[in-house]
């Protein structure tokens, strides 16, 4: 590629990632599956192929069928708002279909697909039995203060006990899911006050006023 | 009837030319416009940018919010297709399974190839870069100078559009007036770059790329490039009316329906199909050029991919420009009785010398650029300005431990935000989650800068492919076994980007996630993941020691070219597609030259 193609991985903050910049080529997170006690079977399904129509849309479900539950589909909307809740700048992730592209995700019949399944899956039984252990509920069940109890010992993997490790990498994956499926909708375009794709007749370039006060002049 | 089937294809033709890309498309443009008659023999299918492109798609109308998979791997709304890394029912032998000795090959099946997502990087050689053996005793001389490519240079940057501009430092050439459209503005990150990045000595220059900042001089260029031709002229200028300058969004890599960028379906293939001079037939995997009893090509052979039929087609003149690969594969797969090596192979080298990039890459957070105002950024996608390789003096006083420079690419900017937007930021942000997670999105999106190295491979012994002994493609025909050695020039380099990109984020206020890697072995991307390879069918001056003469023409058989990356007999680190087309042009022109006197 130069890419070498131009540069796309740069747009990512992940900074492991290698050239190639796609998750599912080069994968920087290869060693979490290792750590997942219980890889879920994948359903039998079809990708889209090496010559789908690109000028088309597509919805999750379409192309091949979702398999959460109802029970961890609103789990996943759960933690995916306890990530992402709605604020005055925007909604939520579960508002803007995020619980639905995890679905699809988890779902899809690729390798890196069915890895993050096995994180995923795992992640969630790991949820409620840590739940029913301190509380004696599901982790859906719980009030907001018990559920943030549990993300505060798994929201950074530096910084959780050895035994919440593989518990951590799963909430740093689903993290980055919730945000993927979030920040690539409108509404996450909006958020973050991304004014591009619009076709111009020109290129100004920054403002002068801006370039003066980072001292670019 | 430009685009004919295998069964309506004409008796014989003056040319026939085996791919559509990059040199494919160069060569039979070059030859349609002065009138040849050519067929086009294309591997994939046929395809229509200006109805194909997912030109404004955002990612949430894509599967998966359109991030890479095994069938699409540079992400769903890539222009590539029926390609990638790997290609169904096509398979190509690795020699080596470990990291050291792996290489990669990317391909596309499509009508113009892989010039339809490539990064339009668009960098001239320089005269050092002809001559690398002479100069630090090395790899190989070209049997030509910069001063025989330079007006090819002029011509294909006229011809496409490319921007960039001229700064005159050592080994970088100047275009003549009026080549290079205008660079775009820089982004506010480039600037940051160009500043910090100077104090440190090193030079940051507008980038060249084959990305329209204007229209193109639809009066003035057709009479430079073809005088004294006035229905070229007429073909030409219409055409370049018709090619929208850039509409300042979008990613390339898409492709372009407005046909503001370079590739072979949007800017060579419609003027020469205009002239009534070109046949394309898809769909036809091309696996040997046929010899008569006179010991010349008279054809090829190929597959037709729609009825798996095996089919003929006959020319004068046969021109590889399949992809280096590709074209030393049907050289070695085109055995006889009397070219029992395959195709061109007197001097065994076909297939030696195979080339990539050395790619190194580092990426890093600027505090200095987080939470600016809102910006439309996405300019002209990437490579607004580059770094060119600046330490020619040190090298040649021996101050470093490897022989050839890399250049550098770098991007940032608040670019459409997407599944990896605000993905992988514990390390700044402590694992945050909730409303601050939001904050910390919002503060951290466009502060981030990576920076690619890409630097010259110098040839070597270990370096090549040959025919795999037992594995065939889906069609019966033999594949490639590749074979893949850096050497300590090349891994020395790639940490020498290492440290030259962390020096320039430190220079900018920034963090690392992770260090900067001291160990070239770990440094250095994959063999052919740069996606530059080149070599295999090296053109030289000794018959004995190289594939083809200065003009791409094979020493063994007179009438059959290669015009690919195959005859690179070195690879600068200057991005290859533009050298491709330069050498495609001149080739081109010397056989319109030959027909005319009836040599071949």
């Known amino acids: ?217 | 009837m430009p685009f004919v089937t295998a069964d309506s294809q004409q008796s014989s033709y003056d040319v026939i030319v085996v791919g559509s890309g990059a040199a494919g498309g160069q060569s039979a443009y070059t030859l349609c416009m002065d009138g040849a008659k050519v067929l086009m023999l294309e591997a994939g299918r046929k395809y229509a940018p200006e109805a194909e492109t997912p030109m404004f798609q955002t990612p949430d109308l894509a599967p998966l919010r359109a991030e890479g998979t095994p069938d699409k791997p540079f992400g769903f709304y890539d222009a590539t297709v029926n390609g990638g890394w790997s290609v169904p029912g096509e398979p190509y032998v690795r020699a080596s399974e470990d990291d050291a000795g792996r290489f990669d090959w990317w391909r596309a099946r499509m009508l113009g190839g892989r010039t339809n997502h490539w990064g339009r990087i668009s960098l001239r050689n320089g005269p050092y870069d002809f001559k690398p053996h002479t100069r630090d005793g090395l790899g190989f001389d070209w049997p030509i100078g910069y001063e025989d490519l330079a007006p090819y240079y002029d011509k294909v940057e006229l011809l496409i559009g490319v921007y960039g501009s001229n700064e005159g430092l050592e080994n970088t050439p100047n275009s003549p007036p009026g080549c290079l459209l205008p660079p775009p503005k820089p982004l506010v990150s480039d600037l940051l770059i160009a500043q910090r990045a100077k104090r440190l000595g090193v030079p940051v220059i507008p980038g060249h790329r084959a990305v329209l900042t204007q229209p193109l001089d639809f009066r003035g260029s057709p009479a430079r490039l073809h005088p004294g031709n006035a229905t070229a002229q007429r073909i030409l200028a219409e055409d370049m009316r018709n090619r929208s300058a850039c509409l300042w969004a979008t990613s390339c890599g898409r492709g372009c329906a407005v046909r503001a960028n370079y590739q072979s379906t949007t800017v060579h293939l419609p003027p020469a199909l205009t002239t009534g001079n070109l046949d394309i037939t898809t769909d036809a995997m091309v696996y040997e050029v046929t010899v008569g009893r006179d010991g010349r090509a008279n054809g090829v052979s190929f597959v037709d991919r729609t009825s798996g039929k095996q089919r003929h087609a006959a020319a004068r003149v046969v021109i590889l420009a399949a992809s280096a690969l590709e074209s030393v594969r049907i050289l070695l797969n085109s055995k006889n009785a009397r070219f029992p090596n395959g195709l061109a192979n007197s001097s065994g080298k076909v297939g030696r010398y195979l080339m990539d990039t050395v790619g190194s890459a580092l990426s890093g957070q600027i505090p200095l650029l987080e939470s600016l105002p809102p910006l439309n950024e996405d300019a002209a996608d990437g490579v607004q300005m580059y770094v060119p390789w600046w330490l020619y003096q040190e090298q040649r006083a021996g101050k470093l431990k490897f022989a050839r420079g890399y250049h550098i690419e770098f991007g940032g900017g608040r670019r459409m935000p997407g599944f990896g937007t605000a993905a992988g930021m514990e390390w700044l942000t402590g694992g945050s989650y909730g409303a601050k997670f939001k904050q910390d999105a919002r503060r951290y999106y466009g502060s981030f800068v990576g920076f690619a190295g890409r630097g010259e491979m110098i040839p070597n012994d270990r370096s090549f492919c040959e025919i795999d002994p037992k594995v065939k493609d889906k069609w019966g025909i033999p594949v490639l076994r590749i074979h893949w050695q850096w050497s300590e020039h090349e891994l020395r380099q790639a940490a020498h980007m290492q440290k030259t990109f962390a020096d320039i984020i430190g220079a900018m206020g920034g963090k690392l996630r992770d260090p900067a890697k001291t160990d070239g072995a770990k440094a250095i991307a994959h063999g052919g993941s740069i996606i530059h390879e080149v070599g295999g069918a090296i053109m030289g001056s000794d018959r004995a020691a190289s594939v083809t003469n200065s003009w791409c023409q094979t020493w063994d058989v007179d009438n059959l070219f290669v015009t690919d990356g195959a005859v690179f007999a070195s690879n600068a680190d200057k991005n290859p597609t533009l050298t491709i087309m330069a050498l495609a042009w001149r080739a081109a022109d010397h056989i319109l030259e030959r027909m005319r006197r009836k040599e071949i």
């Open chain 1, 1 to 217: 590629m130069d890419r070498r193609t131009t540069i796309k991985w740069v747009l990512t903050a992940s900074a492991a990632w290698p050239l190639g910049g796609n998750a599912q080529t080069h994968s920087a997170h290869a060693d979490s599956a290792r750590v997942e006690s219980a890889p879920a079977a994948m359903p039998a399904a079809q990708g889209y192929g090496t010559d789908p129509t690109l000028t088309r849309n597509y919805a999750p479900g379409e192309l091949w069928p979702l398999t959460l539950t109802a029970a961890q589909r609103r789990l996943a909307g759960i933690l995916a708002d306890i990530i992402i809740p709605a604020d005055d700048r925007s909604p939520s992730a579960s508002a803007v279909g995020v619980v639905e592209f995890i679905d699809e995700w988890v779902s899809a019949p690729y390798p890196a697909n069915s890895r993050d399944r096995g994180i995923v899956l795992g992640g969630f039984a790991w949820l409620d039995a840590e739940a029913a252990r301190r509380f004696g509920k599901k982790f859906s069940d719980l009030d907001t203060a018990g559920q943030h109890g549990i993300c505060d010992d798994i929201c950074d993997e530096s910084r959780a006990t050895v035994p919440r490790r593989t518990a951590a990498r799963f909430f740093s994956r689903y993290r980055d899911l919730t945000a993927g499926g979030f920040y690539s909708t409108p509404a996450g375009r909006k958020d973050l006050n991304y004014i591009g794709n619009v076709p111009r007749a020109g290129n100004d370039g920054p403002p002068a006023a801006l370039l003066k006060a980072l001292g670019l002049e």
